[in-house]
């Protein structure tokens, strides 16, 4: 293989891993305390909607990546007040954060006159940082910093313990003047707040435009990846690289002649999601989750 390809390959793998990485560190943080939202897909898409109007609207990829951010602490907000104060059921809250997604956004991709597809324009995308052997996304750097830095939030900080006492045993952190449900609704806000960012990066930085299956499953992978650290953000950050390298190698193959007529493409395509069962499959009963999650927190 070429020295170019390769490079090529690392790059797109870097890129594909930023919306997986992002997503996986919030909910991270959010399952710690003892939320589990398996609406990270709706989320992506909504955000990536969003974000690149907000984009278009002010000129600023800046702006559209805020925009997106907002968006998704929005519906972590939501979703944080549904189950915690009002004690409903995540996964059904999850589940419906999906389905409104995926029907909203087709509504306005039809709204704004092209049904299934909005481009963003190259003005307002994120602009990439030349270096030389590559061009490299600033949200490729901001990922990894965020890993190492909620890596440090939640095992070395008192904020940290605090989250982490939440989620193993809400009675007992109760007793100890942590006011859970509160903290339980930062922590989804949080979450949102960072897949928010994962799905403006698709759109504005990215693919550079909006479609229906922009997120291609994207949420769920992001779930698995969080299976697969076992709740540690520096294990998702390399789960995130690797399912981005086998995306982007479903993407290279086809273009590249001395591998596409040995390796079928779709083999290859289906391999991130094969590889995610084997992970969700692999982590059953290995795993330690905390003991709280899902359920909400009745105090006595």
Request: aromatic share 10%; proline share 4%.
């Amino acid at each position: 293989m070429e020295l170019d390809h390769l490079w090529g390959v690392l790059f797109g793998s870097l890129h594909a891993m930023v919306p997986i990485t992002l997503a996986a560190i919030g909910e991270t943080i959010e399952e710690s305390a003892g939320l589990f939202n398996i609406g990270l897909e709706g989320i992506l898409l909504i955000s990536a909607l969003s974000g690149a109007l907000g984009a278009e609207a002010s000129g600023s990829a800046l702006i559209g990546l805020t925009v997106g951010m907002g968006t998704g602490a929005l519906i972590g907000l939501v979703f944080g007040v549904v189950n915690t104060y009002w004690k409903g059921s995540q996964l059904i809250t999850g589940v419906g954060i999906n389905l409104f997604a995926f029907g909203f956004v087709a509504f306005m991709l039809i709204t704004l006159g092209a049904p299934g597809f909005h481009s963003v324009p190259r003005a307002v995308q994120v602009q990439l940082i030349p270096l030389g052997v590559g061009s490299l996304s600033p949200l490729v750097i901001v990922t990894v910093i965020l890993a190492v830095g909620v890596y440090w939030l939640l095992r070395r900080t008192h904020l940290g313990l605090r989250i982490r006492a939440v989620g193993e045993n809400p009675a007992a952190a109760d007793v100890a003047g942590i006011r859970v449900n509160a903290l339980r609704l930062g922590t989804a806000v949080a979450a949102g707040c960072l897949a928010g960012l994962a799905g403006a990066y698709l759109s504005v930085d990215w693919f550079g435009a909006v479609t229906k299956e922009i997120v291609a499953g994207r949420g769920f992978i992001a779930l698995a990846t969080v299976v697969f650290s076992g709740l540690n953000p520096l294990l998702a950050l390399l789960g995130g690289f690797i399912f981005g390298l086998f995306d982007t190698l479903a993407t290279w193959i086809p273009t590249y002649p001395k591998v596409k007529d040995v390796i079928p493409w779709q083999f290859v395509a289906m391999a991130p999601y094969v590889v995610t069962l084997l992970v969700v499959a692999g982590a059953i009963g290995r795993v330690q989750f905390p003991k709280a999650l899902g359920n909400p927190y009745f105090r006595e």
